[in-house]
């Protein structure tokens, strides 16, 4: 109820044409996107059919959505986040805990960029994808194009100025057999970007 | 319940049935690729026709507060579409926040709470003075006036212009009730009716491009052909407005040349940003903003001469 209600405001004010390469299945995936806002996931996360969405966890950064309760809220009960530290020790404990989400069933939504950009260009990866891919080799990945969301949410403000977005959903790719890990997550940003530049 | 009103929209819902059967007949009819297309867009469009109207309808009968809703959304999903094409800059941003959260909602409280004073220069006088003042507080000079007036003219299009619409519900007419939201209607119908009766006429039996540089699809056949036809159809709407069936005829025409204008205008600003449509809300018409393109220019006309003259 409270998720159909937050998907629809997302849409209301970052809505705009979405585009899906091959229908969405229930099957663990885990979409993986270009990030310049706090409103990225969201506004992905409501596209997805409301049974999917259900089912869908948004990996976030737990030193911003643990610090105040209304964020806990949202990030605990609404979105059903998966909390991972960033940049800390534990890296090999986050992936297990993805891998654990899928292993159950749960799709993920992941920034592989690790921070939000400006928008004009899509970072270099950080390894995490390589090693979740590792050790849930039979998860599907999704590649989420994502256009606008920093004008709409930039870093730094705290409300949003209504814009029309384009989300474009990929065709799903996998990690290869001993596929080294540069070239796989070159070759998974490089499929992020040639989805920025479809009409 | 308004007799009139159900009337109303009982006429609009069945030229929408009788456009929906000639759709489909024409549907079985086309052989051509490109006459299937053309019929497939027609199709899309009649599709949402019936969803705009049943929106409208269920906001006309909820009376004025319906209305005010609904037109104060259509100024945020059209400032929205507009917003998007405009290119702003990073310091843009709060003055721009203001403009969706406070300006529409203010704006059509005062619709709500009838002070027309306050309505008529509240985003002409006071908002251009903020914003203005807002948007040097950001500090980035560069393109100042620029962007200043882009989001100037940008709520003035989007919600000044479109708040005259519901504010037809608060016009004082003798022994008239505004209220029951029928002059609303007599002029969504007209301005409505005269968009399609041009696209039409431009159709079947246009050629001569009236605006080349500007809209190639426009055609003198489609303006004078939809423009009449439009006239027309305001006169036989006459018994629902207080006006007589010459005046209505005038007003109507009116109506439709302040529409043709504003769709003219709106296509030099698509056409500037090198885009067909502002948005993909409607399908088959595009955005809001490209559906309300006639309608913001021929708002306020409407409105000033009702209350001048009547």
Known sequence: MIGSAVAGLARLIAGGSVQWAERPTAAPRVYFANHTSHLDFVLLWSYLPPELRARTRPVAARDYWDSSRLRRYFAGEVFRALLIDRGGPDARESVDRMAECLSTGDSLILFPEGTRGTGEEVAPFKTGLFHLCRAAPAAELVPVAIENLNRILPKGEFLPVPMVSRVVFGPTLRLYDGEPKDEFLARARGALETLRETE | ?310
């Open chain 2, 1 to 310: 319940m308004d007799r009139e009103l159900l009337w109303l929209i009982g006429g609009v819902v069945a030229v929408l049935l009788v456009s929906t059967v000639v759709g489909q007949v024409l549907k079985r009819r086309a052989r051509t690729d490109a006459s299937r297309e053309t019929v497939a867009n027609l199709n899309a469009r009649i599709t949402a026709w019936w969803a705009m109207v049943a929106v409208f309808a269920v906001a006309s009968l909820t009376g004025g507060i319906g209305s005010i809703v609904l037109f104060a959304l259509l100024s945020f999903l059209a400032l929205r579409e507009f917003v998007t094409l405009s290119p702003t800059a990073r310091a843009d941003h709060r003055a721009l926040t203001w403009s969706f959260f406070v300006v529409i909602p203010v704006q059509y409280l005062l619709v709500g709470i009838e002070w027309y004073g306050l309505f008529s220069i509240l985003i002409p006088v006071y908002v251009f003075l903020l914003l203005a003042a807002r948007l040097v507080l950001a500090g980035d000079t560069d393109r100042f006036l620029e962007r200043v007036a882009t989001i100037q003219w940008g709520l003035m299009a989007c919600v000044y212009c479109v708040s005259y619409a519901p504010a037809l519900l608060l016009l004082d007419v003798e022994g008239y009730d505004s209220g029951t939201g029928k002059l609303l209607l007599f002029l969504v119908i007209v301005v409505q009716a005269s968009d399609v009766l041009q696209y039409s006429w431009g159709k079947l039996v246009g050629h001569r491009p009236i605006a080349p540089g500007v809209s190639p699809n426009k055609t003198w056949e489609g303006f004078l052909g939809g423009v009449a036809c439009a006239t027309l159809l305001g006169a036989a709407l006459w018994w629902v407005t207080p006006f007589s069936p010459p005046a209505a005829a005038g007003l109507a025409l009116l109506i439709a040349l302040a529409g043709f204008a504003g769709g003219l205008v709106m296509s030099a600003i698509k056409r500037d940003r090198g885009v067909k449509d502002f948005g993909t809300l409607l399908p088959g018409h595009g955005g809001v903003l490209d559906r309300i393109d006639s309608l913001l220019f021929a708002a306020p006309l409407f409105f000033h001469l009702t209350r001048f003259i009547y």
